[in-house]
């Protein structure tokens, strides 16, 4: 078993041929998907998919940069999707150009943040440029959990999650970075995810990238550390269990 820790299966680019991609995930031993969501539209969708694969745990969130087109209503929603899920999210912020206002992002971060520390949820977070100002929002959550997703930070910002009790989700960039490489040797080895972010950050210009790469970023970790892949991945899977809570989920730990 490896899990893949944040993957958009129910992005509709996958529409076409999804249950080739998860059958190629599980040919490949990735067998358990954590799979977030970025906009109430795809809820409904996420948690029939939930229903039909037995190893897709769905997280229900709203990201920055469709936060805009979300009311009230919808966190009244997510309240009530969440005892189903194994995290919010993804939710954050992202400082890049053509994204909704900062102040927009921030009061749907921090409602959203609100809403997990209540309901006892561990929260994806996507940063992009805004690495510095989330981990300052995110201070005045000492309660809250979670994973940086798709982590490309500095070491600084890295100890300093590692230090709240965050996770970095390490994806294809692993590959190469050498940056990321680095700090993935330093940084103590409970606070690693792996993660394809399928079927975003393919490996392969033109392609879908698809959880499937998951054994390849595992070897690459492994290198970088010095064990065994069975050991690493025993590591990461033990983090994702931890994290999400999934043995309350039918995730079976014995490893
Ligand atoms: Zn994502």
Same mark, same amino acid.
């Given at each position: 078993?490896?899990?893949?820790?944040?993957?958009?299966?129910?992005?509709?680019?996958?529409?076409? $041929?999804?249950?080739? %991609?998860?059958?190629?995930?599980?040919?490949?031993?990735?067998?358990?998907?954590?799979? &977030?969501?970025?906009?109430?539209?795809?809820? =409904?969708?996420?948690?029939?998919?939930?229903?039909?694969? /037995?190893?897709?745990? /769905?997280?229900?969130?709203?990201? &920055?940069?469709?936060?805009?087109?979300?009311?009230?209503?919808?966190?009244?929603?997510?309240?009530?999707?969440?005892?189903?899920?194994?995290?919010?999210?993804?939710?954050?912020? $992202?400082?890049?150009?053509?994204? =909704?206002?900062?102040? #927009? +992002?921030?009061?749907?971060?921090?409602? +959203?943040?609100?809403?997990?520390?209540?309901?006892?949820? =561990? #929260?994806?977070?996507?940063?992009?440029?805004?690495?510095?100002?989330?981990?300052?929002?995110?201070?005045?959550? =000492?309660?809250?959990?979670?994973?940086?997703?798709?982590?490309?930070? *500095?070491? %600084?910002?890295?100890?300093?999650?590692?230090?709240?009790?965050?996770?970095?989700?390490?994806?294809?960039?692993? #590959?190469?970075?050498?940056?990321?490489?680095?700090?993935?040797?330093?940084?103590?080895?409970?606070?690693?995810?792996?993660? *394809?972010?399928? /079927?975003?950050? *393919?490996?392969?210009?033109?392609?879908?990238?698809?959880?499937?790469?998951? &054994?390849?970023?595992?070897?690459?970790?492994?290198?970088?550390?010095?064990?065994? &892949?069975?050991?690493?991945?025993?590591?990461?899977?033990?983090?994702?269990?931890?994290?999400?809570?999934?043995?309350?989920?039918?995730?079976?730990? $014995?490893?």
């Amino acid at each position: 078993m490896l899990i893949d820790s944040h993957c958009h299966l129910a992005d509709e680019r996958f529409d076409a $041929d999804r249950a080739a %991609v998860m059958s190629r995930a599980a040919l490949a031993g990735v067998d358990c998907w954590v799979v &977030p969501s970025a906009k109430s539209e795809e809820w =409904p969708h996420l948690v029939r998919l939930a229903g039909r694969y /037995p190893g897709l745990h /769905p997280a229900f969130g709203i990201h &920055p940069w469709y936060c805009e087109r979300h009311r009230d209503v919808h966190l009244r929603e997510l309240r009530r999707l969440l005892p189903g899920a194994v995290a919010l999210g993804e939710c954050g912020l $992202d400082f890049g150009p053509e994204r =909704p206002r900062q102040a #927009v +992002q921030e009061h749907w971060f921090e409602q +959203q943040l609100q809403l997990a520390e209540q309901m006892h949820k =561990p #929260v994806i977070l996507h940063a992009y440029k805004a690495l510095d100002r989330l981990i300052r929002l995110l201070r005045a959550y =000492p309660g809250i959990r979670g994973v940086v997703h798709g982590f490309a930070g *500095s070491s %600084v910002q890295a100890e300093r999650l590692v230090e709240m009790g965050f996770c970095l989700g390490i994806g294809t960039m692993l #590959v190469k970075s050498g940056r990321l490489r680095k700090l993935v040797a330093d940084i103590p080895a409970e606070f690693l995810l792996l993660e *394809s972010d399928a /079927p975003d950050q *393919s490996l392969q210009r033109g392609m879908l990238n698809e959880p499937a790469v998951l &054994p390849r970023l595992l070897e690459e970790m492994a290198g970088i550390r010095n064990l065994a &892949p069975e050991a690493m991945a025993a590591r990461l899977n033990a983090n994702a269990v931890r994290l999400f809570n999934l043995e309350s989920f039918g995730v079976n730990n $014995d490893l």
